[in-house]
T-cell receptor
Framework: SQKIEQNSEALNIQEGKTATLTCNYT??????LQWYRQDPGRGPVFLLL?????KEKRKERLKVTFDTTLKQSLFHITASQPADSATYLC?????????FGTGTSLTVIP | GAGVSQSPSNKVTEKGKDVELRCDPI?????LYWYRQSLGQGLEFLIY????????KSGLPSDRFSAERTGGSVSTLTIQRTQQEDSAVYLC????????????????FGDGTRLSIL
């Protein structure tokens, strides 16, 4: 079955720095990979989608890369702000199911 | 416009009782998903509806779990003879129709139903 791993459970960075989150997957080659943000007590909110033939995608301060050879996606938040503090989830379709990683909790310290 | 609505937001019930959780997707979204999120865990995929097609139920954890989607809109997740391990947040999401299971479409989530089994 599909397995998705996200780097360290928690990431603390200083305001203004770039946060980099990692998502690794096995056993499947998805055509798309998605990133979501989840705040406590709320459902996940969609951020970005990247296709297998796209190396990189940007949206404002967010950047996602997708390396199908390494089976890895990197999610970057530049000029981070305390309001970026949340849990970030990667997700992909694996045939007849949809798989989410366990998430990385990001804390941006003022 | 209105987002995905789930009800109730919280449900506390005794072990052995049946529960029904409701999801109202975004109007026009043909795909609907149910997930379960246990404390500190990732989202566990349960079931996916696409239009009028029969859903793939292979993600449901046991035969105590069932889901329906009436008229291609509202969905109900039913858990029979609840057990304490069923305690979790149950999340519903909807998206526009797509090829396959919808990896090419953003999912729009409700805020979930927090289910506690005593």
């Amino acid at each position: 079955s599909q397995k998705i791993e996200q780097n360290s459970e928690a990431l603390n960075i200083q305001e203004g720095k770039t946060a980099t989150l990692t998502c690794n997957y096995t056993n499947y080659s998805p055509a798309y990979l998605q990133w979501y943000r989840q705040d406590p007590g709320r459902g996940p909110v969609f951020l970005l989608l990247i296709r297998e033939n796209e190396k990189e995608k940007r949206k404002e301060r967010l950047k996602v890369t997708f390396d199908t050879t390494l089976k890895q996606s990197l999610f970057h938040i530049t000029a981070s702000q305390p309001a970026d503090s949340a849990t970030y989830l990667c997700a992909l379709d694996g045939g007849n199911q949809f798989y989410f990683g366990t998430g990385t909790s990001l804390t941006v310290i003022p | 416009g209105a987002g995905v609505s789930q009800s109730p937001s919280n449900k506390v019930t005794e072990k052995g009782k049946d529960v029904e959780l409701r999801c109202d997707p975004i109007s026009g979204h043909t795909a609907l998903y149910w997930y379960r999120q246990s404390l500190g865990q990732g989202l566990e995929f349960l079931i996916y509806f696409q239009g009028n097609s029969a859903p793939d139920k292979s993600g449901l954890p046991s035969d105590r779990f069932s889901a329906e989607r009436t008229g291609g809109s509202v969905s109900t997740l039913t858990i029979q003879r609840t057990q304490q391990e069923d305690s979790a947040v149950y999340l519903c999401a909807s998206s526009l129709g797509s090829v396959g299971i919808g990896g090419n479409q953003p999912q729009h989530f409700g805020d979930g139903t927090r289910l506690s089994i005593l």
